[in-house]
């Protein structure tokens, strides 16, 4: 069964200090990986999408990394901003796959404090 | 460039009673998806349109769900008769298909509260 884990299920970090979100899945066979950031009442907004090939990827302040053979994925905030609390989705693509082939992870909750 | 949009934007109910749900895809995407998110868990797929046509309907939950996409355009998501389990939000999403390992960009609406009591 085509899973995606997050961790930690919430955290909270004080303003300009760096954070890293984990993502660990099952999904099989891959095809790429998203992380998304979903603002309270809004729907979620995509950061970066990474397939196989790609271990590294920025969007400014924002770092995913992936790591297909141990299937892995983190995605590191540099210098949080208050506009950084929200919740961050890792999803996971299979190729081929039904449903979309998509797999979401429940979040990580992230509170940046003044 | 206007987003995804979704109507309405919260919704109460009462078991038995009907409800509709709107989404406005960003205009020009062939692609428009409907999730769920129940409460404590994950984002789930519900189904798939490629223009009028339903691509795949398999995360539907029951037949008590009826999603339409009359011309391609717009999409509604009726549920009849509502059950306290269906309480969430409820997604659209929109998209254009590239080539590229299906890496395309999916957009979201902000959802609509639903919730059954």
């Known amino acids: 069964k085509n899973q995606v884990e997050q961790s930690p299920q919430s955290l909270i970090i004080l303003e300009g200090k760096n954070c890293t979100l984990q993502c660990n899945y099952t999904v099989s066979p891959f095809s790429n990986l998203r992380w998304y950031k979903q603002d309270t009442g809004r729907g979620p907004v995509s950061l970066t999408i990474m397939t196989f090939s790609e271990n590294t990827k920025s969007n400014g302040r924002y770092t995913a990394t992936l790591d297909a053979d141990t299937k892995q994925s983190s995605l590191h905030i540099t210098a949080s901003q208050l506009s950084d609390s929200a919740s961050y989705i890792c999803v996971v693509r299979s190729l081929g796959g039904g449903a979309d082939g998509l797999t979401f992870g429940k979040g990580t909750h992230l509170i940046i404090q003044p | 460039e206007a987003g995804v949009t979704q109507f309405p934007s919260h919704s109460v109910i009462e078991k038995g009673q009907t409800v509709t749900l709107r989404c406005d895809p960003i205009?020009?995407?062939?692609?428009l998806y409907w999730y769920r998110r129940v409460m404590g868990k994950e984002i789930k797929f519900l189904l798939h349109?490629?223009?009028?046509?339903?691509?795949?309907e398999s995360g539907m939950p029951n037949n008590r769900f009826l999603a339409e996409r009359t011309g391609g355009t717009y999409s509604t998501l009726k549920v009849q008769p509502a059950e306290l389990e269906d309480s969430g939000v409820y997604f659209c999403?929109?998209?254009?298909?590239?080539?590229?390992?299906?890496?395309?960009?999916?957009?979201f609406g902000p959802g609509t509260r639903l919730t059954v009591t």
């Open positions: 999403a929109s998209s254009q298909v590239y080539r590229d390992l299906g890496a395309y960009e999916q957009y």
């Open positions: 205009s020009g995407h062939d692609n």
């Open positions: 349109f490629v223009k009028e046509s339903k691509q795949d």
